[in-house]
């Protein structure tokens, strides 16, 4: 596979209104925050980190008329991301609350607006270019009208589009969907735990095989450990374990967007898949 000459994101941008706290609250209890402030977040992750290591990008997705929406159009702007839809003026961008712990982890609670209602009538506006790389979460595939509008509308895109199927934790994709999307996916990415949900293995090895039955044009896979690394295949350099270099984990929120978002602009620069 040629490397992709721009990524395309197919989703959903939201506001994050991120809140540093001790621990998660029990049920019936109150905890105080040590920090907090609002971030633009979702699928901006792997835009973000593709710009910042020159691979051109784009949004596909919709955005609101209100405040939240104001704050995801300034901050596209100020990374460089093209925008493909128009402003939609009939509500505002959705956001999420999340818990981030001393350790790093976090608790998700999202409260969707436009983004969640990416209707086939609204991706046929979009025509990703040869060479294009389309990028499609597991998130966005759960939503009951979005999954199935994209999974129609990569159907018909072009043979030289690359599309990109990134599925992480907590995204309960429909298992119809789910096959729709891969039968057209070049590169997967996803967790480990997704791949034990998915494919009945976490193992490395057996995991990229089954994968293959639901993937024929797969040409890049990638499986993510977190702290443990990374597993990645390709025709080139078969099954490489990559060890993940000793880090103390701060937020865990955007990892796998962002570890996407590097990956496609490195296979951009022609680097080698390991």
């Given at each position: 596979?040629?490397?992709?000459?721009?990524?395309?994101?197919?989703?959903?941008?939201?506001?994050?209104?991120?809140?540093?706290?001790?621990?998660?609250?029990?049920?019936?209890?109150?905890?105080?925050?040590?920090?907090?402030?609002?971030?633009?977040?979702?699928?901006?992750a792997v835009?973000?980190?593709?710009?910042?290591?020159?691979?051109?990008?784009?949004?596909?997705?919709?955005?609101?008329?209100?405040?939240f929406g104001?704050?995801?159009?300034?901050?596209?702007?100020?990374?460089?991301?093209?925008?493909?839809?128009?402003?939609?003026?009939?509500?505002?961008?959705?956001?999420?609350?999340?818990?981030?712990?001393?350790?790093?982890?976090?608790?998700?609670?999202?409260?969707?607006?436009?983004?969640?209602?990416?209707?086939?009538?609204?991706?046929?506006?979009?025509?990703?270019?040869?060479?294009?790389?389309?990028?499609?979460?597991?998130?966005?595939?759960?939503?009951?009208?979005?999954?199935?509008?994209?999974?129609?509308?990569?159907?018909?895109?072009?043979?030289?589009?690359?599309?990109?199927?990134?599925?992480?934790?907590?995204?309960?994709?429909?298992?119809?969907?789910?096959?729709?999307?891969?039968?057209?996916?070049?590169?997967?990415?996803?967790?480990?735990?997704?791949?034990?949900?998915?494919?009945?293995?976490?193992?490395?090895?057996?995991?990229?095989?089954?994968?293959?039955?639901?993937?024929?044009?797969?040409?890049?896979?990638?499986l993510r450990?977190?702290?443990?690394?990374?597993?990645?295949?390709?025709?080139?350099?078969?099954?490489?374990?990559?060890?993940?270099?000793?880090?103390?984990?701060?937020?865990?929120?955007?990892?796998?967007?962002?570890?996407?978002?590097?990956?496609?602009?490195?296979?951009?620069?022609?680097?080698?898949?390991?």
């Amino acid at each position: 596979m040629a490397g992709p000459r721009r990524l395309v994101l197919a989703g959903s941008v939201v506001v994050d209104i991120r809140l540093s706290v001790p621990d998660r609250p029990r049920p019936g209890r109150d905890v105080l925050a040590r920090r907090a402030h609002a971030e633009v977040g979702g699928g901006f992750a792997v835009l973000a980190a593709a710009r910042r290591h020159g691979l051109p990008a784009a949004y596909a997705g919709r955005h609101g008329a209100g405040p939240f929406g104001a704050q995801v159009r300034a901050t596209l702007a100020e990374a460089g991301v093209e925008l493909l839809l128009p402003r939609d003026e009939g509500g505002d961008s959705g956001f999420r609350t999340v818990l981030v712990e001393p350790d790093g982890r976090r608790s998700v609670v999202t409260s969707p607006g436009v983004e969640a209602r990416l209707a086939g009538g609204v991706l046929t506006a979009v025509r990703p270019r040869e060479g294009d790389a389309v990028h499609v979460s597991g998130h966005d595939l759960a939503y009951p009208r979005t999954g199935p509008a994209i999974a129609t509308w990569l159907a018909g895109l072009d043979p030289g589009v690359l599309v990109v199927c990134d599925l992480d934790d907590g995204a309960d994709v429909p298992w119809e969907v789910c096959r729709r999307v891969l039968r057209h996916a070049a590169v997967v990415t996803m967790t480990r735990t997704q791949a034990r949900d998915l494919l009945g293995t976490g193992r490395p090895k057996a995991a990229f095989h089954e994968l293959r039955e639901y993937a024929p044009t797969l040409t890049h896979a990638v499986l993510r450990a977190g702290l443990d690394g990374a597993w990645a295949e390709d025709a080139a350099a078969g099954v490489v374990e990559v060890p993940a270099p000793p880090v103390d984990p701060v937020d865990e929120t955007g990892g796998g967007g962002t570890h996407t978002g590097v990956l496609l602009a490195e296979l951009a620069r022609g680097a080698a898949l390991p």
